[in-house]
């Protein structure tokens, strides 16, 4: 078992909805999660990053953690095409620096026009 | 602008050969880091440094060597004995104290 599973979809909403994208995680260690967002062809783009438990909101985007189902979110609303990209979910145990990430396998978002 | 170079962006290699992978970063971080991706697999760890002059391996490093002779960089070889080097190649680095890391562009290696 991955400690870190997540749908590699593909997923395709149409423009100006809400997107869900979630991964769940195994290791209770993990206290902290990113989301990355990867363009095709191109390196991983750091979005959120949250501590723990708790939601964090950034413009369009809301990170949501919950530690109790080991279930970490991303929501993404009024959905844009240039949304369109592969989703990365990572964790990290601690907060000491040089801490390996470990990283879902990605979900490929299409956003329809 | 800071950030993290890599080049180049596009390899081609013949079975049996060496190549070397650059990476640069003007960020100031004491820590980088080397990924292969692969379709359907993730970012998988091959080797990591934290200081200069010292670098472990990481989950898949048979096959690779690196060398940490200056912060600012951290270069990868693919030597012969990678027996499926064809990926995309990711370098990253972070702050001490800091768990996010930042990615360069990446090198897609192709074996002809």
């Known amino acids: 078992q991955k400690e870190v599973e997540q749908d590699p979809g593909p997923l395709s909403v149409p423009e100006g909805a809400i997107v869900s994208l979630n991964c769940t995680y195994s290791n209770s260690a993990f206290q902290y999660f990113m989301w990355y967002r990867q363009y095709s062809r191109k390196g991983p783009e750091l979005l959120m990053y949250?501590?723990?438990?708790g939601n964090k909101e950034d413009g369009r985007f809301t990170a949501q953690v919950d530690k109790s189902s080991k279930y970490i979110s991303l929501f993404i609303r009024d959905s844009q095409p240039s949304d369109s990209a592969t989703y990365l979910c990572?964790?990290?145990?601690?907060?000491?620096?040089?801490?390996?990430?470990?990283f879902g396998t990605g979900t490929r978002l299409t956003i329809i026009p | 602008d800071g950030g993290i170079t890599q080049s180049p962006k596009y390899l081609f290699r013949k079975e049996g050969q060496n190549v070397t992978l650059s990476c640069e970063q003007n960020?100031?971080?004491?820590?980088m880091y080397w990924y292969r991706q692969d379709p359907g697999q993730g970012l998988r760890l091959i080797y990591y440094?934290?200081?200069?002059?010292?670098?472990q391996k990481g989950d898949i490093a048979e096959g690779y060597s690196v060398s940490r002779e200056k912060k600012e960089s951290f270069p990868l070889t693919v030597t012969s004995a990678q027996k499926n080097p064809t990926a995309f190649y990711l370098c990253a680095s972070n702050e001490e104290g800091r768990e996010e890391q930042f990615f360069g562009p990446g090198t897609r290696l192709t074996v002809l």
């Open positions: 440094s934290q200081i200069v002059n010292d670098f």
């Open positions: 949250t501590y723990s438990s």
């Open positions: 960020l100031n971080h004491d820590a």
């Open positions: 990572a964790t990290a145990r601690s907060n000491f620096g040089n801490e390996k990430l470990t």
